[in-house]
């Protein structure tokens, strides 16, 4: 199988040829030559196209004779999507747009990367996000072959807090946490890869697929990286942007969420599709409690990737 991974340098486009590069024909587009010079070292059989998703031409012509495009790339960063909001637009909106329409003229199978600040959206990046999973709805409307995948952090994934943790107390001796009682949703990258494939092997046109992944609350995480040791985390208060909890589903667009055993498919909204009762899935109500052996387990995995 030809597959195209835009954004295919960053942490979960590196796993995805951790897993395949020996069982795909992986072409990864990017801008950032030196992060495509790494990949290359660890992954030589893999192709390497330098360009942007937000340049439609060059887009097209990479696009052109693949079988399923994964969109991975975009700007993921919260504060930097808030003191850039225009550039963030233009990468994360105009930018799967131009993914989509690229497949759309290649009759290419895409799935596009989503977040769960998609969901009742608060900041920038979440908004872009919301307006990119209505868009796969739309092009899956008129035919296109797409689907989106909606999950919360990867475990040691470079935007996640867990690195930056460990760099903290390297430098400085200490963590900062916005919050002691903020919860988030956390999925290893194995697990992020597997909602990837569900999307691209089970999953109707326009779905939005959803885990049902555990959370653990950033006072937990602090202290299971500083040993517990209460001195060494430190809390600055919430960042502009920033939600308490975070959901992968809200109240109002739940019913339209499709209970598959493992997964929710939310469906498009065009299709009104009702499933059953209203429901919300927050990271402070979750399906499951993260186990701290677990989360050891997974952050010691992600430094290989």
Same mark, same amino acid.
């Given at each position: 199988? !030809?597959?195209?991974?835009?954004?295919? +340098?960053?942490? @979960?486009?590196?796993? /995805?040829?951790? =897993?395949?590069?020996? $069982?795909?024909?992986?072409?990864?587009?990017s801008r950032d030559e030196y992060k495509q010079d790494l990949c290359r070292r660890r992954w030589p059989n893999v192709k390497y196209k330098l360009g942007d998703v937000t340049d439609p031409l060059n887009?097209?012509?990479?696009?052109?004779?693949?079988?399923?495009?994964?969109?991975?790339?975009?700007?993921?960063?919260?504060?930097?999507?808030?003191?850039?909001?225009?550039?963030?637009?233009?990468?994360?909106?105009?930018?799967?747009?131009?993914?989509?329409?690229?497949?759309?003229?290649?009759?290419?199978?895409?799935?596009?990367?989503?977040?769960? !600040?998609?969901?009742?959206?608060?900041? +920038?990046?979440? @908004?872009?996000?919301? /307006?990119?999973? =209505?868009?796969?709805? $739309?092009?899956?409307?008129?035919?296109?072959?797409?689907?989106?995948?909606?999950?919360?952090?990867?475990?040691?994934?470079?935007?996640?807090?867990?690195?930056?943790?460990?760099?903290?107390?390297?430098?400085?001796?200490?963590?900062?946490?916005?919050?002691?009682?903020?919860?988030?949703?956390?999925?290893?990258?194995?697990?992020?890869?597997?909602?990837?494939?569900?999307?691209?092997?089970?999953?109707?046109?326009?779905?939005?697929?959803?885990?049902?992944?555990?959370?653990?609350?950033?006072?937990?995480?602090?202290?299971?990286?500083?040993?517990?040791?209460?001195? !060494?985390?430190?809390?600055?208060?919430?960042?502009?942007?920033?939600?308490?909890?975070?959901?992968?589903?809200?109240?109002?667009?739940?019913?339209?969420?499709?209970?598959?055993?493992?997964?929710?498919?939310?469906?498009?909204?065009?299709?009104?599709?009702?499933?059953?009762?209203?429901?919300?899935?927050?990271?402070?109500?979750?399906?499951?409690?993260?186990?701290?052996?677990?989360?050891?387990?997974?952050?010691?995995?992600?430094?290989?990737?």
């Open positions: 199988m !030809k597959v195209l991974i835009t954004g295919g +340098t960053g942490y @979960l486009g590196r796993g /995805l040829l951790r =897993r395949f590069h020996d $069982s795909w024909d992986i072409t990864v587009l887009l097209s012509h990479v696009v052109r004779g693949h079988d399923l495009v994964i969109h991975t790339a975009a700007i993921k960063y919260i504060p930097e999507a808030e003191d850039n909001v225009e550039e963030c637009i233009r990468v994360n909106v105009d930018g799967t747009r131009n993914v989509l329409t690229a497949c759309e003229q290649h009759d290419v199978q895409v799935v596009c990367l989503s977040t769960d !600040k998609a969901t009742a959206p608060l900041n +920038t990046y979440g @908004l872009t996000k919301a /307006l990119c999973e =209505r868009l796969v709805g $739309s092009y899956a409307r008129r035919g296109v072959r797409c689907t989106a995948v909606r999950y919360g952090n990867v475990i040691g994934s470079t935007g996640s807090v867990i690195p930056l943790f460990y760099r903290q107390l390297e430098t400085q001796g200490y963590v900062t946490i916005t919050d002691p009682y903020m919860t988030r949703f956390w999925i290893s990258v194995d697990q992020a890869i597997d909602l990837i494939m569900e999307a691209a092997s089970n999953a109707k046109q326009g779905d939005v697929v959803i885990p049902k992944p555990a959370s653990m609350s950033m006072q937990d995480l602090a202290g299971l990286i500083t040993g517990h040791d209460e001195s !060494k985390v430190k809390s600055v208060g919430i960042r502009p942007g920033e939600k308490r909890h975070e959901a992968l589903l809200d109240h109002a667009e739940s019913v339209r969420a499709l209970d598959v055993g493992h997964y929710y498919y939310l469906k498009p909204v065009w299709t009104n599709s009702v499933f059953g009762e209203p429901f919300i899935l927050s990271s402070n109500t979750p399906p499951i409690i993260l186990q701290d052996k677990w989360m050891l387990e997974q952050i010691e995995l992600a430094r290989t990737v």
